[in-house]
T-cell receptor
Framework: KAGVTQTPRYLIKTRGQQVTLSCSPI?????VSWYQQTPGQGLQFLFE???????NKGNFPGRFSGRQFSNSRSEMNVSTLELGDSALYLC???????????FGDGTRLSIL | EDQVTQSPEALRLQEGESSSLNCSYT??????LFWYRQDPGKGPEFLFT?????EEKEKERLKATLTKKESFLHITAPKPEDSATYLC????????????WGLGTSLAVNP
């Protein structure tokens, strides 16, 4: 069974640009969550999608947005990039919110 | 405020030297507590879910236990391949089901 796939694995951008990250969940999983991971803050919850609807949202500015498609694949977008957005962005999928989440290997985003 | 604290931040063991990692939590009501392992450059890998005080789960050299205020991850006779960061997360009851994560314990096992 294929795991969670995130693309791209690495990305380098400059301040002010925007970026789109992609996540393909495990087949059959309808819940997709996104996290930002930094050494000092650990895993910070961005948002969760279930059946194309945002079901939960963390405390991030509106520059961070996401969506989910009918096949459960998800994308997140960050506009007007700042230096502080440099992080590992992780996607996790599960059957539903009370089930264990399974993670992809993340997208490493570096802002110059 | 819901909070998860893991200790120690880092731990270095000799191969075969057993030890325990701690995850203390404060939540209004616990729906579940999750343990993950994360290797460098990889996403977290699910290990265990615990739901109620007194529950225990085992997998190879790892055993997770749960009380009303904390969870322990016991590592028996560790091997170098057990070196990783171990993360703990809790999920509270109620409509907001998002996971609250600790900062992790970085474990190094020397041969």
């Amino acid at each position: 069974k294929a795991g969670v796939t995130q693309t791209p694995r690495y990305l380098i951008k400059t301040r002010g640009q925007q970026v789109t990250l992609s996540c393909s969940p495990i087949s059959g999983h309808r819940s997709v969550s996104w996290y930002q991971q930094t050494p000092g803050q650990g895993l910070q919850f961005l948002f969760e999608y279930f059946s194309e609807t945002q079901r939960n949202k963390g405390n991030f500015p509106g520059r961070f947005s996401g969506r989910q498609f009918s096949n459960s694949r998800s994308e997140m977008n960050v506009s007007t990039l700042e230096l502080g957005d440099s992080a590992l962005y992780l996607c996790a999928s599960s059957h539903d919110r009370d089930q264990p989440q399974h993670f992809g290997d993340g997208t490493r985003l570096s802002i110059l | 405020e819901d909070q998860v604290t893991q200790s120690p931040e880092a731990l270095r063991l000799q191969e075969g030297e057993s030890s325990s990692l701690n995850c203390s939590y404060t939540v209004s009501g616990l729906r579940g507590l999750f343990w993950y392992r994360q290797d460098p450059g990889k996403g977290p890998e699910f290990l265990f879910t615990l739901y109620s005080a007194g529950e225990e789960k085992e997998k190879e050299r790892l055993k997770a236990t749960l009380t009303k205020k904390e969870s322990f991850l016991h590592i028996t006779a560790p091997k170098p391949e057990d070196s990783a960061t171990y993360l703990c997360a809790v999920q509270a009851t109620g409509n907001n089901r998002k996971l609250i994560w600790g900062l992790g314990t970085s474990l190094a096992v020397n041969p």
